[in-house]
């Protein structure tokens, strides 16, 4: 019944041959009557660094939700490298919003770093040796070694993003997408955090972030996703983030006009 | 000896049975506790329980018409598992297809079907055929356990507990993480139902013992009570599951001794136990929380009575000055004094305070904090009143980068506003460590070890040792003097970009 995630760490092929990282085609998703995504289809290629944007309740980490295969589609699918999201197994590492984690769960910094290696186990089977020592040395890039014994939640805010971090990297899964990973963290965990991010891409991995800072956007990613329900549009910073655009999904909040006046003045 | 041993069996054997069935049963509800408390899943056991008696009813009907087998224990231990699957499948169907809530949902599934139990069983013709003494399946009667129902109890637990082991982690992970369990595989609704059904079975084993009222005590208590134990999962199972076991054999040993109900005492013993751990559990417990607040000294309060010891001035100050000199003193005063003593910055003697050598560098990083704060504010438009209770505050923040901040914005100041010196930046003006040279006072002797590219040149090279003069021009220019005799007037940026080393001051 239960299917172990175990799955090859993919050999590089000729880039031509391999199929996009993730195809995204005519996805609607709904809860009850509300629809949280419609007819979105995009397609992000390998060794990209992409940002999804967009309002409060805009669908973003509903579209990570698919792109997981947490949530089935009305309509639509989700691929990974050419197969379905369904089948998929591992090869895509995911870094929850630091909301929806309970962080009383009785579980050590350890343990959650080694839960990247629970794919590459059966599921009856224990994890080895091997496994903590994988989980030990992706604690020592996120500079959470010091603290492998403690309770997730003794930990600050921005710790407690790199702890995650770390169970992202533990998996070494070809694909990494982070809900809000910047909010509510300190200045070193943000430059950690984002040295992490070009490391992954520089070694070839796809990695999408849910973003709220528009400030930061353009800085920070390849491509930019900007979501409301709908996908308004897709591409290069510079060409996302024009005023037009901007106030057609945000609709002339406080924020906005003032991030509109940030990118006249800078041209 | 023979004759001691049947004589005992003979006083004691009807315990044997119960003390099996109850071990055996407190382990399993313990170590499913577990689960069903980290998922927030308490009410829904409840409801099984509770819609368990239309289950036990419907299986029971079913052996007796289709077998002609009276109250065969298995057909009703089916019947209620189904029961409270069904329960928890309306539950999910209304929550999800209505605006209806999961609490409310549940309320209303449990009731419902447990309602259906008792009007099925108060019609005449049912009732005269389910020969199921009403009372004991309520309150539970552990001492009416059979043989029968021990092995099947037995089976029950086996069962359940081997699926907790093998499905250790597909259980960890998706009451921690679902999204995550989800992208590696594990089907996350199917192991919910999985839990479901461990949790039906455990709530119709334990039954037995407590009845359908308190059996979710069982369930939960001793899983909460081992929650406020450890902060490790597969610890919290094993104390659970030792809580759960103690607590029923007290339980039933008061039951024995006072001849009061067996489910009722247990219960009364783990909720006991519950209220134990709550108030002594070792981190989580409301004592050591009680201690942990009384003994944290605020770090404000430490950092005032150092300030004000270093103001008081030289020598040993007594208690009473360093008070006067806090505005707000409170009972953490003495107690900051002790913590201080303790971690080495002050030396009191006989009610009177000196600071150490290192209390001295820790209240002088103080107090240049507080005068750069207050030349800054001065800058400001923070009303002339509220510089120095402004100040205050910020003087405590953490960050020392902020201070060197302000302190370079403002041209490295030597006095505030109100005339008083601002101590010098000991830490970074330690001996053989590279200093700017702006941070530098009168009368220092410095080596240059290097030289910045700046604005305008400065005629001076490195290796040469400079003495500080007095500042000029409101303490904006420094001036040095060379060995050979030069003097050098320097402005602020060209003072930042010569760094130097301490020869002796």
Not at chain 2, 408 to 430: C, F, M, N, Q, Y
Request: glycine share 8%.
């Amino acid at each position: 019944m239960i299917q172990s995630g175990q799955h090859k760490p993919q050999t590089r092929s000729t880039g031509a041959a391999r199929p996009p990282a993730i195809e995204v085609e005519d996805l609607t998703v709904s809860y009850g009557p509300v629809p949280a995504l419609l007819d979105v289809s995009l397609t992000i290629e390998e060794g990209k660094l992409v940002g999804i944007i967009g309002p409060n309740g805009s669908g973003k980490s509903t579209l990570m939700k698919a792109m997981l295969g947490f949530i089935k589609p009305d309509v639509g699918t989700v691929k990974i490298f050419g197969s379905d999201v369904a089948g998929i197994k591992g090869r895509v590492a995911y870094v929850p919003q630091r909301g929806a984690v309970d962080w009383d769960f009785p579980i050590t910094v350890r343990e959650v770093a080694a839960m990247g290696r629970y794919s590459y186990r059966r599921w009856w089977q224990d994890l080895k040796q091997q496994d903590y020592a994988l989980a030990e040395e992706a604690l020592v890039k996120v500079r959470m070694s010091d603290f492998a014994d403690r309770q997730i939640g003794q930990l600050s805010g921005g710790q407690q993003q790199r702890v995650f971090m770390a169970r992202a990297l533990t998996q070494n899964a070809d694909i990494l997408l982070l809900d809000e990973p910047f909010a509510g963290v300190d200045a070193a965990t943000e430059r950690a955090i984002l040295d992490v991010l070009e490391d992954l891409k520089n070694d070839g991995k796809t990695v999408v972030v849910v973003h709220h800072d528009l400030a930061t956007a353009a800085e920070y990613f390849d491509l930019l996703i900007l979501l409301k329900q709908r996908l308004f549009g897709f591409g290069p910073p510079k060409m996302i983030l024009n005023p037009k655009l901007l106030g057609d999904v945000y609709e002339g909040t406080l924020r906005v006009f003032a991030e509109l006046e940030r990118q006249g003045a800078e041209g | 000896m023979q004759d001691a041993i049947i004589q005992f069996q003979l006083d004691y054997g009807y315990l044997i049975n119960p003390l099996i069935v109850g071990t055996l049963v407190s382990i399993v509800c313990s170590v499913v506790g577990c689960f069903i408390v980290l998922r927030g899943m308490s009410f829904l056991a409840d409801a099984i329980a509770h819609s368990m008696l239309a289950g036990v009813i419907a299986g029971y009907l079913f052996m007796k018409v289709l077998f002609g087998q009276e109250s065969h224990l298995g057909g009703m231990l089916i019947g209620a598992t189904l029961a409270g699957i069904l329960t928890v499948a309306m539950v999910g169907l209304v929550t999800r297809f209505s605006r209806i809530k999961q609490d409310t949902a549940i309320g209303i599934m449990y009731t419902g079907i447990f309602a259906l139990g008792s009007f099925l069983l108060s019609l005449d013709s049912v009732g005269s055929l389910v020969l199921i003494d009403i009372y004991h399946f309520i309150v539970g009667d552990v001492m009416a356990v059979k043989t029968g129902e021990l092995w099947l109890l037995a089976i029950v637990t086996s069962i359940v507990l081997s699926v907790v082991i093998l499905f250790y982690r597909p259980l960890q992970l998706t009451s921690f993480d679902p999204i995550m369990a989800a992208s590696i595989g594990i089907p996350v609704l199917a192991v919910e139902y999985l839990l479901t059904a461990c949790t039906s079975l455990v709530v119709v084993s334990g039954v037995q013992i407590a009845g359908v009222i308190l059996v979710v005590a069982l369930i939960i208590t001793p899983a909460a009570s081992a929650y406020l134990l450890t902060d490790r999962l597969d610890r919290m199972i094993v104390a659970s599951a030792i809580l759960g076991v103690v607590g029923f054999w007290t339980g039933f040993l008061i039951a024995i001794v006072t001849g009061s109900a067996a489910g009722a005492a247990v219960v009364i013993t783990m909720t006991a136990f519950f209220f134990l751990c709550l108030v002594f559990a070792p981190r989580h417990g409301l004592l050591a929380d009680w201690i942990r607040k009384r003994n944290t000294v605020p770090q404000e309060i430490m950092e005032d009575v150092l300030g004000s010891v270093l103001r008081s001035g030289d020598g040993f100050v007594p208690v009473e000055e360093v008070l006067g000199y806090i505005s707000k003193p409170n009972i953490k005063i003495r107690k900051s004094i002790d913590m201080l003593e303790r971690q080495g910055l002050l030396d009191v003697q006989d009610d009177k305070l000196k600071l150490t050598k290192d209390g001295l560098f820790e209240a002088r990083r103080l107090v240049r904090a507080h005068r750069l704060w207050e030349t800054y504010l001065d800058q400001t438009s923070v009303p002339k009143e509220e510089i120095h209770s402004r100040a205050h505050q910020l003087e405590h923040l953490q960050d020392e980068s902020m201070v060197d901040y302000l302190d370079d914005k403002l041209g490295h100041p030597i006095t505030d506003p109100h005339g008083s010196e601002i101590p010098i930046d000991e830490k970074r003006v330690a001996r053989n460590e590279k200093v700017l040279l702006s941070l530098l006072r009168e009368g220092y002797r410095a080596q240059i070890l290097e030289k910045k590219v700046c604005q305008e040149a400065i005629a001076i090279e490195v290796g040469q040792v400079v003495s500080i003069g007095k500042r000029s021009e409101d303490g904006t220019i420094w001036t040095v003097v060379t060995d050979a005799g030069d003097i050098l007037q320097l402005d602020h940026d060209q003072a930042d970009a010569l760094l130097v080393q301490i020869v002796e001051n």
